[in-house]
């Protein structure tokens, strides 16, 4: 079984920063791929940013790209999200997720945490 949590949401005003954490736990876990995902107020999910596991080949949705950066610390089982420059359309619920394998989607998600941004 794997488990993971996110956490580090919360209400910041615009131009603020926050840091989002997704840590894993369970089973001995190798992902190809861990990913940002954010579902804004009535909108369907869409992808933020994800990397590599093995590496560090990174995407960003053009969106958020020069403001918020993934990372990942595979010694502790742990992705990031840094997120400036914040603005209130990036207020959404906020998913970390994995994927095991290059022939699946994503089969791993966390329980989201809420990311609200005041203008």
């Known amino acids: 079984q794997v488990q993971l949590v996110e956490s580090g949401g919360g209400l910041v005003q615009a131009g603020g920063s926050l840091r989002l954490s997704c840590a894993v736990f369970?089973?001995?876990?190798?992902?190809?791929?861990m990913g940002w995902f954010r579902r804004p107020p009535g909108m369907e999910r869409e992808l933020v940013a994800r990397?590599?596991?093995?590496?560090?080949?990174?995407y960003y949705a053009d969106s958020v790209k020069g403001r918020f950066t993934i990372s990942k610390d595979t010694t502790k089982n742990t992705m990031y999200l840094e997120m400036n420059s914040l603005k209130p359309e990036d207020t959404a619920v906020y998913y970390c997720a994995a994927q095991d394998s290059p022939l699946r989607d994503y089969n791993y998600w966390g329980q989201g945490t809420q990311v609200t941004v005041s203008s």
């Open positions: 990397v590599r596991w093995t590496s560090n080949i990174t």
């Open positions: 369970g089973r001995t876990f190798s992902a190809y791929n």
